[in-house]
């Protein structure tokens, strides 16, 4: 089963850092195009980032310079770095597949990143 | 930055009617489409991709169509299931856009 699990949400403060994790199963990520979505909360869909199979990466303008999409072949994960976080980065983080770098199927379960004082 | 913009916003359908979405590109988007549902406290689910193949496992009642910078989703007799937030995304150019997103309700 393609599937992917999300980890690494939780609390921060202003200016702080988080690394999220997705780690996949059922398909291999080094071959994959794979992205970061994310959600205010009740609000639409904001594509993050993606990371090509050959490895080239593109970012949003509201995030270019401070987060970091990579992943590990070996661990079959993909990781969204953040740093300098501000309180409108706050948001439901979902990481999904990039299917030849064009539509996005599966989607993660989500991860809640909240950035408060 | 390519600007999606769905219409309804809301649409309120009695199950078993018919409803249809509409999803509007600022430009072209030569087909680059998809379709997402979702559902409360659920991660989106792909519909519908290059405007008009349903993706694996969805139901024939869900159909896409569209060119240039208009494009349809259609369900053509709603089941108690299909109530939830419909967005389409642009995959035309990065950075890939959604729309806003239309809250399919029960009438």
């Known amino acids: 089963e393609v599937q992917l699990v999300e980890s690494g949400g939780g609390l921060v403060q202003p200016g702080g850092s988080l690394r999220l994790s997705c780690v996949a199963s059922g398909f291999t990520v080094s071959s994959s195009y794979m992205t970061w979505v994310r959600q205010a909360p009740g609000k639409g869909l904001e594509c993050v980032s993606i990371i090509y199979s050959a490895g080239s990466t593109y970012y949003a303008d509201s995030v270019k310079g401070r987060f970091t999409i990579s992943r590990d072949n070996s661990k079959n994960t993909v990781y969204l770095q953040m740093n300098s976080l501000r309180a409108e980065d706050t948001n439901v983080y979902y990481c999904?597949?990039?299917?030849?770098?064009?539509?996005?199927?599966?989607w993660g379960q989500g991860a809640l990143v909240t950035v408060s004082s | 930055e390519i600007v999606m913009t769905q219409s309804p916003a809301t649409l309120s359908v009695s199950p078993g009617e018919r409803a249809t979405l509409s999803c509007r590109a600022s430009?072209?988007?030569?087909?680059?489409l998809a379709w997402y549902q979702q559902k409360p406290g659920q991660a989106p689910r792909l519909l519908i991709y290059?405007?008009?193949t349903r993706a694996t496992g969805i139901p024939a009642r869900f159909s896409g169509s569209g060119s240039g910078t208009e494009y349809t989703l259609t369900i053509s007799s709603l089941q108690s299931e299909d109530f939830a937030v419909y967005y389409c995304q642009q995959y035309n150019t990065w950075p890939y856009t959604f729309g806003q997103g239309t809250k399919l309700e029960i009438k």
């Open positions: 290059g405007a008009s």
């Open positions: 999904a597949r990039a299917i030849m770098g064009n539509w996005f199927d599966p």
């Open positions: 430009q072209s988007i030569s087909n680059n």
